[in-house]
Each structure stands twice: as structure tokens, then as C-alpha cells.
């Protein structure tokens, strides 16, 4: 399928089949992210790739809702901010930036290799860090389950183009 395609077709999923997934499309997932843009490529990120069986009632105390342990593997993004770039005149630190992006490219890729994911950043960072062992110096920023769908994508729903989007300069609009 082709980019276009794969963005649009691209959806959250919240229902999981347990068929394992497969080591070389799990590779090709972690690879998209490695490969990932990121300021000055410092790459201050890291994955934690957890399988969830046997796992289900330490990860919901993470997430507490039922679909996150249905797939095989939940996947941890990280930010490492002492590593990132810095944005010397205000000081604005690049990691969430760069794992978002990093991450971005997990899911594209993920729904390109036929599983599903969906973005999770309402979970509980300090049952994360105690569940996964992170440390203190190291933030868990998202999570996506990833596996197989079990539902089918409902109608996406965004705001139309013209108020997203302003050209030349921002100009008083309807959300100012």
C-alpha cells in the first residue's frame, strides 16, 4: 500500500487477536523507529518491548484497560532528556519531540507490517517505572500495545483542513 493509503487506513485499535508476532516484522517495527529523525540525531530515546503474557496484572497497573494486554508485545517509548538536543537560546529540550517522532514511525510501520497500536499517554508513570524497571533519569513518554486487530476502524473524525492550517502568517481566525 502506498503512503497515502497507509495514513489514512492507519487507526487506534482497542480489541487484540493473541497470535504472536512474528520476530522479523517485530524487527522491521523497532527498525523504523531507530531510523527516525531527531534533533542533531542524538537519538535520546529507548523501547521497552514487553510480552504480555504472564505479565497482565503487573502492566494493568500501567493502563488499566483490558485491551492493553491482549496482544502479544506492549511496547514502552522512553525519553532520555539528559541526552537530547537543547535549544540553546530558550533552553527547550528535544527528547519528548524526538520520541514522538521515533514513535510515529513505530506505528507507521507497525500498521505497514498488518498489526495494530494505538497511542497511549494517560497511563502511570510511577507504576511504569516500578513495573519496568526504568530509571529515574529515564521519562516513559507513551505506550502502544501491539498485535494483530480484532476490531474494524470506525470513521475517523478531524477538524477540516482550513482550521488547522494557516499560510503566510497567523491570522485572526475563528480559534485565535
Not at 8 to 16: A, D, F, L, N, Q
Not at 34 to 62: C, S, W, Y
Not at 91 to 108: E, F, G, P, R
Request: charged share 30%; proline share 7%.
Amino acid at each position: 500500500m502506498d503512503f497515502s493509503e497507509l495514513i489514512t487506513k492507519r487507526y487506534s485499535v482497542r480489541s487484540y487477536k493473541s497470535d504472536p508476532v512474528e520476530d522479523d516484522k517485530l524487527h522491521k517495527v523497532l527498525e523504523a523507529a531507530r531510523i527516525a529523525p531527531t534533533a542533531a540525531n542524538r537519538q535520546p530515546l529507548r523501547f521497552i518491548v514487553i510480552h504480555t503474557k504472564g505479565r497482565e496484572d503487573e502492566l494493568k497497573r500501567i493502563y488499566k484497560a483490558p485491551w492493553f494486554t491482549q496482544p502479544p508485545i506492549v511496547i514502552c517509548a522512553c525519553a532520555i532528556k539528559s541526552q537530547a538536543w537543547v535549544r540553546s537560546w530558550d533552553d527547550k529540550n528535544h527528547a519528548d519531540i524526538d520520541v514522538t517522532i521515533a514513535t510515529d514511525h513505530l506505528i507507521l510501520e507497525a500498521a505497514n507490517q498488518g498489526f495494530g497500536t494505538c497511542w497511549i499517554g494517560a497511563f502511570d508513570p510511577t507504576a511504569a517505572r516500578e513495573v519496568l524497571g526504568i530509571p529515574e533519569d529515564v521519562d516513559p513518554v507513551f505506550f502502544t500495545p501491539l498485535g494483530y486487530p480484532a476490531d474494524q476502524p470506525t470513521e475517523k473524525k478531524r477538524k477540516p483542513l482550513d482550521e488547522l492550517v494557516r499560510y503566510e502568517r497567523w491570522e485572526a481566525a475563528r480559534d485565535s
